[in-house]
């Protein structure tokens, strides 16, 4: 079980740690590589593992960007960082204070007096410190001084991550589920509220929990129909997703409508994860709603095919 610590003053005395610091955001393929380097290094030196992440997201406080569309909420990054077998996980909350240390101070007040690094893997273009002044080779030039060990995380693993995060996004944003989940290694999923919708589903055999996202911040794939997994509590269920503005009843506000195959619980007010198994269709506008309703059949037909498959 992962520890995470968010209290940069009460961290553990780390057993000769192997560090690196990022993002992480989707802890996608490409992360998973330097995951990989970072658990096979501890074992040489008989060392723990310690992955440094920001929250909030950087770019929020030095640049005042609100619009970041993030792949993981930090419970779901914890989550699944938690799956890779690692021992530690520091949240360093990112702050104006934090953003203006020198890069020196940086790497002397942060990471040396609170890690005590036996080892750092770190981007061969990572940058840190005020104006972002700080880098591997500084890291290197104080590496004697600190009794610490410096590797570099080469340039195609990174240009890999950088792809890949993008091609992520991406291909969530255009309906490419197929390429979304190859490169992130797990189904794309996100949590939300079940709330009140105005149960047009109920009224034509195909009732609908509505979702309400919390995290705005969350990236939302395109319009469409999905198939999907789907849990609630202890309940995991298959069923389909339409993300949309419901165009054949003439709706304007994006809504997420789940309909839960063979399940007719009241669950309003629950939390429910959906996995985005398979893209189906894109959203369209049918003539009424019995034509609606022909083609939601076609829809169930082909999810419960492809989820199947």
């Avoid at 610590?5 to 560090?19: G, Q, W």
């Avoid at 610091?21 to 802890?27: A, S």
């Avoid at 380097?37 to 992440?53: D, F, R, S």
């Avoid at 105005?198 to 794939?221: D, H, Q, V």
């Amino acid at each position: 079980m992962i520890q995470v610590h968010r209290d940069l003053d009460n961290l553990p005395a780390f057993k000769n740690a192997v560090l690196t610091i990022g993002t992480f955001d989707g802890v996608h393929v490409g992360h998973q590589k330097i995951i990989d380097q970072l658990k096979e290094e501890a074992l040489l030196i008989n060392g723990e593992t310690v992955i440094i992440t920001f929250h909030p997201h950087p770019r929020k406080v030095v640049k005042h960007k609100t619009e970041i569309r993030i792949l993981n909420s930090l419970d779901e990054k914890i989550e699944l960082l938690n799956n890779q077998g690692l021992h530690h996980l520091v949240v360093v909350p990112f702050t104006e204070a934090f953003s203006n240390l020198t890069a020196e101070a940086y790497i002397d007040n942060f990471l040396v007096s609170k890690f005590s690094p036996k080892t750092i893997i770190i981007g061969y273009d990572h940058k840190f410190g005020k104006d972002r002044k700080g880098d591997y080779h500084l890291l290197e030039d104080m590496a004697n001084k600190y009794k610490y060990h410096v590797k570099e995380i080469p340039e195609h693993v990174i240009n890999q991550i950088t792809i890949s995060s993008t091609k992520i996004r991406e291909a969530l944003l255009h309906n490419d589920l197929h390429t979304a989940n190859k490169y992130l290694g797990y189904s794309y999923f996100f949590e939300g509220l079940v709330i009140e919708g105005n149960k047009l589903g109920r009224s034509i055999g195909y009732p609908t929990a509505n979702l309400f996202i919390e995290n705005e911040e969350k990236l939302i794939p395109g319009n469409g129909v999905y198939a999907v997994e789907v849990v609630v509590g202890n309940d995991t269920r298959t069923g389909m997703m339409n993300i949309g503005i419901r165009p054949t009843i003439n709706g304007i506000s994006r809504t997420i409508e789940i309909n839960v195959f063979d399940f007719d619980k009241d669950i309003y007010g629950n939390k429910m994860r959906v996995y985005l198994k398979h893209f189906l269709r894109a959203e369209e506008k049918f003539s009424g709603i019995d034509e609606l309703k022909n083609q939601l059949a076609q829809d169930k037909l082909n999810a419960l095919s492809k989820l199947s498959s």
